[in-house]
């Protein structure tokens, strides 16, 4: 965990960027290869957390209540890489789709293919009208983000049976992952309305961009705060309600300083090294 324990998910971050290349060029070998080698790694991910479930006895809703305790489902999921993969892998295979997808609502379009069922319904629909199969694809991805946020708290129903226990386990991700990227599909080809304009809001697009920096930092704020108290904290609504709104400030403040500092900088300098590793290859 070492001294910063947050900072674990940059290296399972950096862990499945690692693959990536090897996916790519699979991809580009072999579409069919491309495909089966990120769904075969998926699945087995998959097993594996079946496994930590039904055989172990792993559960996500038994987590550490203090700093310092980690638990079996902790240790033996959440801060493994490969445990974490189906979010990555479905992300990969979603963009060799979308390659796929958009080359084919071209060639429709030009009128060099007949296209299939799915593609027809994009590239008959070039005003994006909210016709039956698009706003069916919405519900879908709204039932599985609703159902993943929120269907697996304790709040909400009793304790999980085994089986069940361990399909939120090992699905929850993964479903989560496929509803995000329901939607993305939806959004970029312009349907969406008032969400697609939301989320395109160049103040959306700031906070966007200070996210990542914001989870890295949101603990160290909140020790801080909370760590140097000398009496119990009172609870009440009003309370809750200013205190997250006065961290919630102060960590995207800190967020965006990291950002304008470090982020952007090397940004900046990782475009022009390969802009000009670019420009390289073309004079020649």
């Not at 319904?121 to 994006?128: E, P, V």
């Not at 706003?135 to 879908?140: E, K, P, R, Y």
């Not at 969406?192 to 961009?209: D, H, M, Q």
């Not at 990542?212 to 909140?222: E, G």
Request: aromatic share 18%; with cysteine.
């Amino acid at each position: 965990m070492g001294c910063y324990p947050v900072a674990w998910y940059m290296s399972v971050d950096f862990l499945l960027f690692l693959l990536l290349p090897f996916l790519t060029l699979a991809f580009v070998k072999n579409k069919t290869v491309g495909y089966v080698v990120p769904l075969a790694l998926w699945t087995a991910s998959t097993i594996y957390a079946y496994w930590l479930g039904l055989v172990k006895g792993d559960s996500q809703f038994i987590f550490g209540t203090e700093v310092t305790e980690i638990t079996d489902y902790q240790v033996d999921y959440y801060f493994k890489a490969w445990s974490r993969a189906p979010v990555y892998l479905i992300g990969v295979l979603c963009a060799f789709f979308w390659l796929d997808h958009t080359a084919a609502v071209a060639d429709v379009v030009a009128k060099r293919s007949r296209g299939n069922w799915f593609t027809n319904i994009f590239a008959t629909n070039r005003k994006q009208r909210l016709t039956w199969p698009i706003a069916g694809l919405f519900s879908v991805a709204f039932v599985l983000l609703s159902l993943t946020c929120y269907g697996g708290q304790p709040a909400y129903h009793k304790p999980l049976a085994p089986f069940w226990d361990s399909s939120y386990l090992a699905l929850s991700r993964s479903a989560w992952c496929v509803g995000l990227m329901l939607l993305c599909f939806l959004l970029f080809q312009g349907y969406g309305g008032l969400i697609k304009g939301l989320l395109e809001n160049s103040v959306c697009a700031v906070l966007g961009r200070l996210t990542f920096a914001s989870y890295l930092l949101h603990p160290a704020i909140i020790f801080l705060v909370y760590g140097d108290a000398i009496v119990p904290t009172h609870w009440s609504p009003i309370w809750v309600s200013f205190s997250f709104l006065g961290l919630l400030t102060t960590v995207f403040l800190f967020a965006a300083v990291g950002f304008l500092l470090v982020e952007k900088p090397f940004a900046n300098l990782e475009r022009e090294l390969m802009g000009g590793m670019g420009a390289g290859k073309k004079k020649n």
